[in-house]
Nanobody
Framework: QVHLVESGGGLVQAGGSLRLSCAAS????????MGWFRQAPGKERVFVAA????????NYADSVKGRFTVSRDNAKNTVYLQMNSLKPEDTAVYYC???????????????????WGQGTQVTVSS
């Protein structure tokens, strides 16, 4: 079992920045892809970004490319999502997740991820 805890969400004005963190504990996440998803009210949970264990493979949703950066510190079992140039449409609950065995960064469906954090709210005001 893996326990994930996200932090760093909050209220920010459009154009601002936030950095989300996701700390993993319990079973090791060594070798697994880690992903970020978001879910706005009344909408489906959608892919934001994913990073391989080594960090050499990364994938972003088109909507966040050039604005968001995903990274990980394996020594700390922590994944980060740096969000810059935030827009009101980025408002959502953000979740981190551990990919199932065999999941690669190009797999963008939430169904390919086994363990989830509780989420952190990001609100961007216009």
């Amino acid at each position: 079992q893996v326990h994930l805890v996200e932090s760093g969400g909050g209220l920010v004005q459009a154009g601002g920045s936030l950095r989300l963190s996701c700390a993993a504990s319990g079973r090791t996440v060594t070798g697994y892809v880690m992903g970020w998803f978001r879910q706005a009210p009344g909408k489906e949970r959608v892919f934001v970004a994913a990073i391989s264990w080594s960090g050499s493979s990364i994938n972003y949703a088109d909507s966040v490319k050039g604005r968001f950066t995903v990274s990980r510190d394996n020594a700390k079992n922590t994944v980060y999502l740096q969000m810059n140039s935030l827009k009101p449409e980025d408002t959502a609950v953000y979740y981190c997740a551990v990919g199932a065995s065999g999941t690669t960064v190009t797999v963008t469906t939430w169904r390919a991820y086994d363990y989830w954090g509780q989420g952190t709210q990001v609100t961007v005001s216009s």
